[in-house]
């Protein structure tokens, strides 16, 4: 990802707003310049048609880009107190003239999309903690269980690759004895942070088709009808403690 992609992540652009923010057309696409950091620094920050953000950093002293900014290896305070400042500076932009989507993965948005228009139920976000803040919670209306949890977390806490870069991951529960057969298709892992013998992950970045993941959440929803939402509670059932993301008050949360 790029240090625009990063700083940005989870935003999009208001094209409605980009013209009163400062932002001038350039093409198909819209153009800001803007100094920081006193005037030593210049930001030129590009817009494309599709929502891609780009950007350059100039020394003013001498009409350069600053390239030590894009370089992980430098690692000096100087370098790091200007893209504090850059990234601080895109978020000033974010403010002015970009949304903040619900979910980051357009896959975890169109997967919303689809749950409220066949069940009527949008998630909620019960979390207070900083780390789980942005986590939502898909719940069966009727009773207020869940059947769904999206987390936005470090791919490789999944996959195990060496890439940091973020994505939307969704956890629901499945049939135990399909368990091991489900973890062998491509983008489905072993459930993150709940328990792995009821529950599995699925990566939303488009490896299954919306139609797949959202078959695997209508599944998951099964669970919290009939017999098994009357059992809640019960190991064999599979919504016993050691389902929770992180510890929470199961008058308020007890699923």
Known sequence: MTFEEKALYGYIPDFARLSEAGFVRSGDGWTMKA???????????????????????????????????????????YVSHVRDAYAALLLDIAGRCFVRRMFVSDQANRVAVMVKERFGEEPDFPFSAKEYKAAAVFRNAGNRRWYGLIMNIPKNRLSGEKSSDPADVLNVKHDEAAILKLLEKAGIYPAYHMQKRYWVSVILDDTLSDGEVFSLICRSRDFTVGKSAVSAGNED????????????????YDI
Request: charged share 20%; proline share 7%; glycine share 14%.
């Open 237 to 252: 059932d599979g919504f016993a403690a050691a389902s929770w993301v992180i510890p929470a008050n199961p008058a308020i």
């Open 35 to 77: 100094g920081f950091m006193d005037g030593d620094f210049e930001a030129v920050i590009d817009i494309s048609a599709d929502g891609a953000v780009s950007g350059r950093v100039i020394d003013t002293a001498d009409g350069g880009e600053y390239l030590p900014l894009r370089s992980e290896s430098r690692v000096g305070p």
